[in-house]
Nanobody
Framework: QVQLVESGGGLVQAGGSLRLSCAAS????????MGWYRQAPGKQRELVAT???????NYADSVKGRFTISRDNAANTVYLQMNSLKAEDTAVYYC????????????????????WGQGTQVTVSS
């Protein structure tokens, strides 16, 4: 059973930065896709960014140029560096994992991921 442990959320002023981390344990596969979704109050869950074990990345248009996803394959950990944060980035951020590389067109489909973290709150004050 894969477990995802998230950390790094918090409260920050608009224009500030935060870094989220998610460590995956319990997977025997070196091939996988990890990433982040988010859900704001009253809104649907949406893709933020994903990265495959080969390093292929995919970003939501709303975060391109501000957020950077990266990973440490040896540690099975994914990071999300969030810069120039805006009030509209306020949401619960969820780490996602699936033990396969998924194609770009499927990265925005929530059902593509087998495992979800508990979520970490990110609040950006304006």
């Amino acid at each position: 059973q894969v477990q995802l442990v998230e950390s790094g959320g918090g409260l920050v002023q608009a224009g500030g930065s935060l870094r989220l981390s998610c460590a995956a344990s319990g997977s025997s596969s070196n091939i996988n896709t990890m990433g982040w979704y988010r859900q704001a109050p009253g809104k649907q869950r949406e893709l933020v960014a994903t990265i495959t074990s080969r390093g292929t990345t995919n970003y939501a248009d709303s975060v391109k140029g501000r957020f950077t996803i990266s990973r440490d394959n040896a540690a099975n950990t994914v990071y999300l560096q969030m810069n120039s944060l805006k009030a509209e980035d306020t949401a619960v951020y969820y780490c996602v994992f699936t033990p396969r590389r998924i194609i770009t067109s499927q990265m925005g489909v929530a059902g593509s991921y087998d495992n979800w973290g508990q979520g970490t709150q990110v609040t950006v004050s304006s």
